[in-house]
């Protein structure tokens, strides 16, 4: 379904393997000298943006905070030493322990796939909750709309592709449904369970949308 070129598929998706040893794009057409491999592989789960440079908005920070400690300790092995110099703590060790852990991440940093999938997961159910309960012409092309370009523009270019191409499904079953906000939210519901799967994460039961995105739990700990 995805139309992601193999060597950039997103690692997280389950059954698929790992790209920790793929060819980053950029070095592959750069100017290196024949001979020189000497490129470590990417860590576990960074994925490369079309330029070839690592993508944050497609990597989760745990394997971000890997990326940044390897270029940490490529710049120590680099970095001359001099018996006179007092700058004798390495930059690693102090970067390891400067590095807290994802969940102790500050809230004011760039966001991670996982933080900008939360995030936009929000605003997407949030747009199908406040949808007209039956939506006129004018309505439903504008949403139509948004949905296209979303799917172009989304900041995780893999998590893109693969929403556009779950659209598209060729049958027509996965375009949005947009005639009112009870087929909408489902709509939206399925959508994000396709995602779920995707990642290996339980399905969410779409009956219970509207309670999670606009009344509230019927338990009333929303209210
Ligand atoms: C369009 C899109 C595509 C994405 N593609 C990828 C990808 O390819 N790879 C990747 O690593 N990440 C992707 N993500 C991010 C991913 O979906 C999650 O947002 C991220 O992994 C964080 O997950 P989470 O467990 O915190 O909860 P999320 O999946 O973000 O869900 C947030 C909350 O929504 C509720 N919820 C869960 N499922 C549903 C549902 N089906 N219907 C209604 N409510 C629900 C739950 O209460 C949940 O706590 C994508 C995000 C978007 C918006």
Same mark, same amino acid.
């Given at each position: 379904?995805?139309?992601?070129?193999?060597?950039?598929?997103?690692?997280?998706?389950?059954?698929?393997?790992?790209?920790?040893?793929? +060819?980053?794009?950029?070095?592959?057409?750069? =100017?290196? *000298?024949?001979?020189?491999? @000497? /490129?470590?592989?990417? $860590?576990?789960?960074?994925?490369?943006?079309?330029?070839?440079?690592?993508?944050?908005?497609?990597?989760?920070?745990?394997?971000?905070?890997?990326?940044?400690? +390897?270029?940490?300790?490529?710049?120590?092995? =680099?970095? *001359?030493?001099?018996?006179? @110099? /007092?700058?004798?703590? $390495?930059?690693?060790?102090?970067?390891?322990?400067?590095?807290?852990?994802?969940?102790?991440?500050?809230?004011?940093?760039?966001?991670?796939?996982?933080?900008?999938?939360?995030?936009?997961?929000?605003?997407?159910?949030?747009?199908?909750?406040?949808?007209?309960?039956?939506?006129?012409?004018?309505?439903?092309?504008?949403?139509?709309?948004?949905?296209?370009?979303?799917?172009?523009?989304?900041?995780?270019?893999?998590?893109?592709?693969?929403?556009?191409?779950?659209?598209?499904?060729?049958?027509?079953?996965?375009?949005?449904?947009?005639?009112?906000?009870?087929?909408?939210?489902?709509?939206?519901?399925?959508?994000?369970?396709?995602?779920?799967?995707?990642?290996?994460?339980?399905?969410?039961?779409?009956?219970?949308?509207?309670?999670?995105?606009?009344?509230?739990?019927?338990?009333?700990?929303?209210?």
């Amino acid at each position: 379904m995805s139309s992601v070129p193999p060597e950039q598929v997103n690692s997280q998706y389950k059954g698929m393997s790992s790209m920790f040893n793929q +060819q980053n794009p950029a070095s592959a057409s750069s =100017s290196k *000298p024949a001979g020189d491999d @000497s /490129k470590p592989p990417l $860590p576990k789960g960074v994925v490369l943006d079309k330029d070839g440079k690592p993508c944050r908005t497609c990597t989760s920070v745990a394997s971000w905070r890997a990326l940044t400690k +390897q270029a940490d300790l490529k710049n120590e092995n =680099s970095t *001359p030493t001099s018996s006179t @110099s /007092k700058t004798t703590i $390495p930059t690693a060790g102090l970067a390891a322990a400067a590095t807290p852990s994802p969940s102790e991440t500050p809230s004011d940093c760039p966001p991670d796939v996982e933080e900008l999938g939360r995030s936009t997961w929000t605003l997407l159910h949030s747009m199908a909750a406040t949808y007209p309960e039956k939506a006129d012409a004018e309505h439903q092309a504008n949403m139509s709309g948004f949905l296209k370009f979303f799917s172009k523009l989304y900041p995780c270019w893999v998590c893109a592709d693969d929403f556009r191409a779950w659209m598209a499904h060729p049958s027509g079953r996965n375009q949005p449904k947009l005639g009112s906000r009870k087929e909408f939210g489902w709509w939206m519901c399925e959508a994000h369970n396709e995602v779920n799967r995707k990642l290996g994460k339980k399905e969410f039961d779409c009956r219970l949308w509207e309670e999670r995105w606009r009344t509230g739990w019927k338990d009333g700990r929303c209210d």
